[in-house]
């Protein structure tokens, strides 16, 4: 499966809303802009895909995945 994303990273709590954001870009260059691929309910851990790309993604489902293990070891 060929990526679709330079970087992916899960770093940004919407304290508000209570998810997390998973961004992505398309690029390394500096000033290249991410976007919001998905989010992850905190604490539960529901995903829902902004981008369908993102669940085919490999590097979209590490992050996603280790984001969802954060989460679970928090509720224990």
């Known amino acids: 499966m060929k990526e679709s994303y330079t970087e992916v990273r899960c770093d940004y709590l919407d304290e508000e809303e209570h998810y997390w954001c998973v961004d992505a870009w398309d690029s390394n260059e500096p000033d290249a802009q991410g976007r919001v691929i998905a989010v992850i309910h ?35």
């Open 42 to 76: 905190d604490p539960d851990g529901d995903i829902h895909y902004c981008e369908v790309e993102a669940r085919l993604s490999p590097m979209a489902q590490e992050v996603i995945k280790a984001k969802i293990a954060e989460l679970k070891s928090k509720q224990n």
